[in-house]
């Protein structure tokens, strides 16, 4: 058993953390907070908490006491019956008028003040049986007495494979950079902002202001002066949507609803906690601006709006780009979007994919990118703010995610699924209350090239037309392999309702836009993104894209598309185009490594 030299700072963690599991610890069932124990980098150790439910039983009856006569020892099987699955290390002792501790799992260090061994008594663990929740613990009696004690477990507090690292500290304390506008300002050269006395502007062609935030890649825009909240737009646009039926006010439009709608059909919905992270009343200017790049200057707040989530006006787009051009600027990422800011009462503001601006009926289908405000007190905790490296929130940094449900994750969060080069799928929602819903991140690929495919004789999907029977057969036969098939739903309903142009996209799934009752629908095992769902405007530029079908018909002869540029076209259902599958994964798919980024994606089993 390896020694090892504890700090008297950690000294005090610990007996902390083992009184509050000695008090928590009863017979029979328990539950109580895990103290998880694990390596990181540095080989410093961080602790992270969870609940965990146990069983101890004794021998198979349903009691932790065990009794020994004098001058004897005896062998007792323990077993700790795991109702959770959660995998953990564990450490015995027993308990008698005052708790006593065994040496099982950790080295008691002279000054930690914890109470003596009971003379004459030796509690060892012997061996394992079948699973790492059976152990055999023998108890040595040489006390001249009887003996008769509780016994009790500590769970994840084995350091018998730790090692002290090299700074002498056993225990890493986890410190924050500071909040997320100071760490950002600081860190980027001043050449690179740009201070208009209200907010100061991240500016330029490659600024590393990247944030990582449930699920999703962000660009920090600006910091305002007075209140230090950080305005946030995503890198990527997210869905394709129109953005009204023809008026270009942001208040009452589709596309405001689709930001702040609160269910799983929309963009706060599938926030982390966004009452913790984001300014929730936040105002967005969606004043009328007609004027052109470059002379465009702040808005008057003539027309405010206030709502948790936005888009950017163009005075903030046009700031973004200062020192060099549009073009070359951070935040054009080559597909087009919409801003909030009319350009007159008939044609909203879209941001083209070199940059420049197209005045657009607010009928069309465009790409979002929705932007929010962090609050203040946001802190960073980690990275550099680099795209491979970009900046970690506290409380969105989560590590030692094995064993979690991938049902309890975040929409755009990635993990590995299927074989070959199709292996990376997004987190679109758990729609289904149960699951995970999931997509590919981009179309299917044959050898490097998308595969394209007639979508059937009509527009209405099901499993048995085209599209539909190379989904539900070629696709889990190819692409998807034995396991990873296994942890697909057997059934998923699919809604297939018309969305015309100008309409609103809840009609994709609903009845009506008030969402009293659900359209028509069909089932099957694997199927497509609805117009308006999360993660159908997933693109990475628009080189090398194709165009790829939704569910969704645009009228009795197009479908819904959605374009290498990030607008939605309509695909008459003749023609060949990309396929990007979606499935709902079961209940209890687990994460066993990873941490949801594009550079370190979940991995799963059933």
Known sequence: MKKLLLETSFSKIYMIVMIIITLLILGGYFSYAMFTVSKEKGNAISIVTGNLEYKLTVDGEDSNKLTVESNSSKEFIITLSNPNNIK????????????SYTKIGYIVEEGMNIPPLEVGTTLEKVNSIGSSNTYIVRVINNSGSPIEFTLGVNVGLDYNDLSLPSNGHLLEEITDKGEVGTVVLDD??????????????????????YIWYSGKLWRAVSVNNET??????????????????????????????????TTVDGFLGNLREPEKFIV???????????????????????TLVTDAVGLLNMYEYQESYRGTICENGYLNNGL?????????????????????????????????RPSINLKSNIKIIDGNGTEEDPYRLEGDNDTNLSGTL?????????????????TLYRIVSHENGIGTKITSVEPLKDSGTFKEIVFGNNITFSS???IGTFLNGNYLSSYVDDDYANMIEDTTTWFIGIVGEGSSYRLAKYKDINMTSYTTSTESKVGLLRMGELMSGQFYRYENNTFYWTLTPYDSTYLHGLGPYG????????????VKPSLNLKSNVVITSGDGTKQNPFQIEL
Do not use: C
Not at 242 to 260: C, D, Q, V
Not at 292 to 299: D, F, V, Y
């Open 406 to 422: 991938l049902k309890d994750r975040y929409s755009g969060e990635y993990l590995t699924f299927g074989t070959g080069e199709n």
């Open 228 to 261: 230090n909240t950080v305005k946030l737009v995503t890198q990527w646009n997210i869905s394709a949507i129109s953005y009204s039926s023809g008026s270009t006010a942001f208040e009452g439009s589709y596309m405001e609803s689709w930001l702040n709608d």
């Open 567 to 578: 607008v939605s076209p309509n695909l008459g259902y003749l023609g060949n185009y990309g």
């Open 280 to 302: 929730m009343d936040s105002k967005w200017d969606a004043t009328e601006d007609n004027r052109s790049l470059g002379e465009i200057t702040r808005p008057d707040g003539t």
């Open 188 to 209: 980027i050269s001043k050449d690179s902002l740009h201070d208009d006395g209200t907010d100061t502007f991240i500016t330029g062609q490659y600024p590393n202001n």
């Open 88 to 99: 953990a290390r564990f450490n015995f002792y027993y308990i008698g008028e005052e708790p």
């Open 336 to 368: 087009y979007w919409w801003t909030i800011t009319p350009y007159s009462s008939s044609a909203g503001i879209r941001i083209n994919n070199y940059g420049n601006i197209n005045n657009i009926s607010s009928s069309n289908a465009d790409g979002v």
């Open 464 to 466: 048995t037309n085209t």
